[in-house]
């Protein structure tokens, strides 16, 4: 069974009966407060967009953190949680170059949140959620029943 999980810049633009929604910590975008007042009861998922910044998802593509950055998130900042525990989110193009940093410094690999803007709600083997679509104003992904460090 999965879920979906809604995400946006403007929190008013997702659907008010979402049950589950991520939203950035820090950033010129953060909303996870805005997030926490609209959706009291759903699932909240909290991103990052800095290595350097405590949260539930690290974001790694363009403007937000990189690959290295996402393995000292993993070894330093969020060092005393398991990367079990830990989700990374990138693109699926990048996904390769993510998991070789790890890899590269012998660290367990985190969970992983992939975009793949495909409109399909299945998520990758590997992955623990997808964010398949993009409408006017908000994400939607399809998420894995159970994720760690956020269930």
Known sequence: MTRTMYDAVTPSKIPRDAKMVAGYVDGQ????GEMATRFPHAT??????????KAQVLDVEDG??????????CTQTMATTSNKNLTVYCN???LPEVR????KHGVTEPNYWVAQFDGVPSIPDGA???QYENTSGF??????DHWPGVD
């Open 29 to 32: 975008f953060a909303n996870l």
């Open 44 to 53: 909240r998922v909290s991103i990052a967009i800095s290595h350097k910044t």
């Open 64 to 73: 937000a953190a990189d690959p290295e950055g996402a393995v000292q998130w």
């Open 92 to 94: 699926a193009s990048t």
């Open 100 to 103: 070789a940093a790890f890899h």
């Open 128 to 130: 623990i959620a997808k």
């Open 139 to 144: 994400d939607k992904s399809v998420v894995a």
